[in-house]
């Protein structure tokens, strides 16, 4: 039995193409559909009950599109959502964060992990706590890079100011026994190479690798890959369609069905998050 239903992706904004990437790479052959929302972005300085009902619409649309199971591509939704909204739907839904922590601390040889996030990720304290469980041992700390965000969505990756920003706000690893840095804000991946040459000795941990492993593994012990060759993939923004457009085709360099923009949530309230 195959099961051709896609895989739904949501996130924020476009940062969750580097978990539909991982997708693609690890998962050949599923169908994908990914949801941005880009007219509320970013989600980092939202507050918690916002963030659970911006993720709830995203949800509600993957679940309108059939999909089989659902990736929070984003730190922000699942510190905030993922534990909340799994009451209350019945697709499978399964988060960044857990993943990425059981990868960095399998990785760490110091025992010391940095953790860069949107400032509400780093405050939910989610990905400390689940690095705790794993190991009581490891000391972490973590730091909002809100700015990253920004960066990555104007495409200024490469600009001055971008470096000063990663400079800047990565000061406290330099020089440091923090041997390990978790991107913890699926944007943080499009920086790599800039955070790599700012923390050269450091290794950086893309939760959505071990996140694209974890979903592999679920779909196979339930019965869900789909066998056929050939796959579809959707993206969906609810703003920017043009930006988004660009950035997608840039970063995935791969063919995509459909590029276009959905609206979800009142309109009023897109009104009001846009002045």
């Not at 195959?2 to 969750?16: C, E, M, Y």
């Not at 619409?57 to 799994?86: D, F, H, P, W």
Request: contains cysteine; glycine residues 6%.
């Amino acid at each position: 039995m195959s099961d051709q239903r896609p895989i739904g992706v949501l996130d924020s904004g476009l940062g969750g193409l580097t978990v539909v990437k991982e997708v693609i790479k690890q998962l050949p052959n599923e169908n994908v559909i990914f949801i941005g929302d880009e007219a509320r972005m970013p989600y980092g300085v939202k507050t918690h009950d916002q963030i659970i009902a911006y993720t709830r619409e995203m949800v509600q649309y993957l679940t309108s599109q059939n999909v089989k199971l659902i990736i929070y591509g984003c730190n922000t939704a699942t510190a905030n959502a993922l534990s909340e909204l799994r009451k209350e739907f019945t697709v499978p839904m399964l988060g960044v964060i857990k993943p990425g922590a059981k990868e960095a601390a399998k990785t760490t040889k110091t025992k010391h992990v940095g953790i860069i996030g949107t400032e509400s990720t780093i405050n939910s304290k989610s990905y400390s706590q689940t690095l705790k469980e794993i190991d009581p041992k490891i000391t972490v700390r973590g730091i909002a890079a809100q700015k990253f965000v920004a960066i990555v969505e104007a495409d200024q990756a490469d600009s001055q100011a971008a470096q000063n920003t990663i400079a800047t706000t990565l000061k406290p690893f330099e020089a440091s026994n923090y041997d390990t840095l978790i991107l913890g804000c699926t944007h943080f991946p499009m920086l790599k190479k800039q955070i790599n040459q700012y923390l050269p000795n450091t290794k950086l941990i893309d939760p959505a690798v071990s996140t694209v492993e974890t979903t592999k593994n679920y779909l196979a012990e339930n019965n869900l890959l789909n066998d056929q060759k050939h796959h579809v993939l959707r993206l969906h923004a609810t703003a920017d369609i043009e930006d988004f457009s660009r950035l997608a085709k840039q970063w995935l360099n791969t063919d995509i069905d459909e590029i276009s923009l959905v609206k979800i949530g009142g309109e009023d309230e897109r009104n009001n998050n846009r002045n």
